[in-house]
């Protein structure tokens, strides 16, 4: 089905919850880069075509210092500030460094943890953005410069918003950054469902692990999710659930080789969604990766799982 096919069916009549988002997302200039910084654009200017109002949508702002320093060290900090990254930090982050990219990753922390307490008040909420979970404490990897996951994490503990964290990482790439940050912390839960056989090449320890390869699809994918969700929901009792919806598990990414297909990825958001919900446990949804061949097909995944989460929300909440 076509695109505009898809969109002829998507239809919008009031959202049961809130949206996140900000026009400086893909004003970033990358040079042409694999990441799609127009995907955010395109996602909320087919959710307006789709009957989104513009109250639907919350602008954020920059995360202060002060945030970034619950994670990240003071000496990363400082380089990324004075722009003094090292040329194998350069490499590492494979993006074309600049004043403006730090802008648009503080941003994009400001943003998550925006959706987290907008998640809190209202059971769901959805970031247009996030998910940059390749970010470590001290360097930044993989287009990744801030760990907005890390940094909404500890910020909402640390003011009490709640106690423990659990994060459901369906990205197809694994989410090392967040997994070495919280390493041994027993109020945050990570969780990675990832592809075993692209980047990162050194896989780090989350709590829990589950690793595919090469062409497993969506048989394979479906049925170990199921094997965990809802159990570790109802094991660790999380206060709140990020859900790391990427897109790159796409059977036509450029950069993951799981093949799975697009109603494979809208079970999978069910699973995650539902499990969480059914439980009255927050989620707050972000989009992480997607670098399909046509960056429609990638929009169409994000409008799915902001559909699946339109009607789960209105299901149990």
Same mark, same amino acid.
């Given at each position: ?34 990441? &799609? ?26 995360? #202060? ?7 990240? #060290? ?5 380089? /990324? ?11 590492? !982050? ?24 907008? %998640? $809190? ?28 996951? =890390?940094? %909404? ?25 967040? %997994? ?20 990162? =090449? ?41 859900? /790391? ?9 450029? $950069?993951?080789? !799981? ?19 059914? $439980?009255?446990? &927050?989620?707050?949804? /972000?989009?992480?990766?997607?670098? %399909? ?18 009607? $789960? ?5």
């Amino acid at each position: 089905m076509s695109l505009r096919g898809f969109l002829t069916r998507f239809r919008i009549n009031k959202f049961p919850f809130r949206f996140v988002y900000s026009d400086a997302y893909w004003m970033v200039e990358l040079e042409d880069h694999v990441f &799609p910084a127009e995907k955010y654009r395109l996602i909320y200017e087919r959710l307006l075509h789709k009957g989104a109002k513009k109250e639907n949508f919350e602008s954020p702002e920059p995360a #202060s210092d002060e945030d970034l320093l619950l994670v990240h #060290s003071p000496k990363y900090l400082n380089r /990324l500030k004075t722009g003094r990254l090292s040329q194998s930090e350069v490499i590492a !982050l494979e993006l074309p460094y600049s004043a403006e990219l730090l802008d648009f990753a503080q941003l994009m922390v400001g943003g998550t943890i925006k959706a987290v307490g907008l %998640a $809190l008040e209202d059971g769901l909420s959805v970031h247009i953005g996030g998910g940059f979970h390749h970010a470590f404490h001290d360097h930044g990897e993989g287009f990744c410069i801030l760990n907005d996951v =890390a940094i %909404a994490m500890r910020k909402m503990q640390q003011c009490g918003a709640f106690q423990k964290g659990m994060i459901v990482d369906c990205d197809v790439h694994q989410g090392n950054g967040t %997994a070495e940050i919280f390493a041994g912390d027993e109020t945050v839960f990570t969780f990675s469902m990832h592809q075993m056989d692209i980047y990162p =090449a050194k896989k780090e320890k989350s709590t829990l692990d589950v690793g595919f390869w090469s062409d497993d699809g969506d048989r394979k994918y479906l049925d170990s999710l199921k094997s965990h969700i809802p159990r570790m929901y109802e094991t660790f009792k999380p206060d709140v659930v990020f859900y /790391l919806a990427g897109a790159d598990p796409y059977e036509r990414d450029q $950069l993951g080789g !799981l093949t799975v297909t697009l109603a494979g990825l809208k079970e999978r958001d069910g699973i995650v969604i539902q499990g969480a919900l059914q $439980l009255k446990i &927050p989620v707050v949804i /972000l989009f992480a990766g997607g670098y %399909a061949f046509d960056v429609m097909d990638t929009v169409e995944i994000h409008l799915n799982t902001i559909k699946m989460s339109q009607k $789960l929300k209105r299901k149990y909440l």
